[in-house]
């Protein structure tokens, strides 16, 4: 059965007259406008939000950071808030702090086992020797650094193989072992520096040490540590030498000294002595001048006088017997005889 209505004549109410009109209710699709509005406005302030949590960055003391703009790189080295351009701009941060790369041994490894096909070498008198390094190195250009990042660090490391098997080949192997550690580390440091500038990839050398160096053999070892401990006596007996020499040294020095001054003293004693004497020849010369019968009488007194008091007289006895008087005592055993008679 097929019912028609007049769509345009209903007015939605029931066929008695009395139900609720069609246009009293929400239009179909009507209600849902206010909701999508509400989501555009919170999704446009999420963007927002996520926008400006993007537009800045913080830069720590010990970090650099490379800013690439559509790829083109740009450094920043100052620390604190910077700002960049969201969605355009991407920070790389890079520590500034020195980093270190072991060859001929891993340094994860607390065994601390030689990798001998980076420690085992030959010396110039062609003996193997096992010898591990420990490489220093610190980025020294951001860029360069960002643009070789992949590859940097292998490059450094093949070149710091290439330069150690060089320079240790220049070297006899008691000399790696003992003496010619430091000469072997600074031209390693030195070779590496300069070549890592032709390069360019953006890292520097800060240090080159010797980690360990020992001949592959345990009899050769042994030998090479006798050698070592006895140029370590030679040393000790050396600075105790030098210690004694320091010691003694102001000792001779003060009595060079001593004697100098004290024959300076002589001399000095000497020329006055001389230079009286001259004075008092002159004198008598003078007064001899004048004078000359009372000035030799009187120099004969003067000289008896001090000549007659050191003479002694010998007394031969009848019996063989000898007496040794001085002059003086007899001459005064005259003068009291002759005093008392």
């Keep these: 059965m097929k019912m028609d209505f007049d769509w345009k004549n209903f007015s939605g109410q029931n066929f008695n007259g009395k139900g609720p009109k069609v246009h009293d209710t929400v239009p179909p699709g009507k209600g849902f406008k206010p909701f999508f509005r509400s989501l555009k406005i919170i999704v446009l302030v999420l963007v927002l939000v996520l926008l400006a949590m993007d537009s800045f960055y913080t830069l720590s003391?010990?970090?650099?950071?490379?800013?690439?703009?559509?790829?083109?790189?740009?450094?920043?080295?100052?620390?604190?808030?910077?700002?960049?351009?969201?969605?355009?701009?991407?920070?790389?941060?890079?520590?500034?702090?020195?980093?270190?790369?072991?060859?001929?041994?891993?340094?994860?490894?607390?065994?601390?086992?030689?990798?001998?096909?980076?420690?085992?070498?030959?010396?110039?008198?062609?003996?193997?020797?096992?010898?591990?390094?420990?490489?220093?190195?610190?980025?020294?250009?951001?860029?360069?650094?960002?643009?070789?990042?992949e590859t940097s660090v292998d490059i450094l490391?093949?070149?710091?193989?290439?330069?150690?098997?060089?320079?240790?080949?220049?070297?006899?192997?008691?000399?790696?072992?003992?003496?010619?550690?430091?000469?072997?580390?600074?031209?390693?440091?030195?070779?590496?520096?300069?070549?890592?500038?032709?390069?360019?990839?953006?890292?520097?050398?800060?240090?080159?040490?010797?980690?360990?160096?020992?001949?592959?053999?345990?009899?050769?070892?042994?030998?090479?540590?006798?050698?070592?401990?006895?140029?370590?006596?030679?040393?000790?007996?050396?600075?105790?030498?030098?210690?004694?020499q320091s010691e003694q040294i102001p000792a001779a020095n003060a009595e060079v000294d001593k004697a100098t001054r004290n024959a300076e003293a002589y001399r000095q004693q000497r020329i006055s002595e001389a230079e009286g004497q001259v004075a008092r020849f002159n004198e008598m010369y003078a007064e001899y001048s004048k004078y000359p019968l009372i000035t030799k009488k009187r120099m004969f007194y003067e000289t008896m006088e001090e000549l007659l008091p050191s003479l002694k007289v010998i007394i031969n006895s009848s019996d063989g017997t000898q007496t040794l008087l001085p002059l003086d005592s007899f001459s005064q055993n005259i003068t009291q005889e002759g005093d008392a008679q």
């Design 157 to 244: 490391k093949n070149l710091a193989q290439s330069y150690i098997r060089d320079t240790v080949g220049t070297y006899n192997v008691d000399e790696v072992i003992t003496t010619g550690k430091p000469e072997i580390q600074t031209t390693v440091k030195t070779l590496l520096s300069e070549r890592l500038e032709q390069e360019d990839i953006g890292l520097g050398i800060y240090n080159v040490t010797i980690q360990d160096a020992e001949p592959p053999t345990v009899a050769v070892n042994n030998a090479f540590k006798a050698v070592e401990d006895a140029k370590q006596g030679m040393d000790t007996k050396l600075n105790e030498a030098k210690k004694y």
């Design 61 to 149: 003391e010990d970090k650099v950071a490379v800013v690439t703009t559509f790829g083109n790189p740009t450094s920043v080295t100052t620390s604190g808030l910077k700002y960049k351009i969201p969605l355009i701009q991407r920070v790389h941060r890079m520590s500034k702090e020195i980093r270190g790369m072991a060859i001929g041994y891993d340094s994860n490894n607390t065994s601390n086992v030689s990798i001998l096909s980076e420690s085992e070498m030959i010396t110039k008198d062609f003996n193997f020797v096992n010898v591990d390094f420990y490489i220093e190195y610190q980025i020294v250009d951001p860029i360069k650094f960002y643009i070789n990042r």
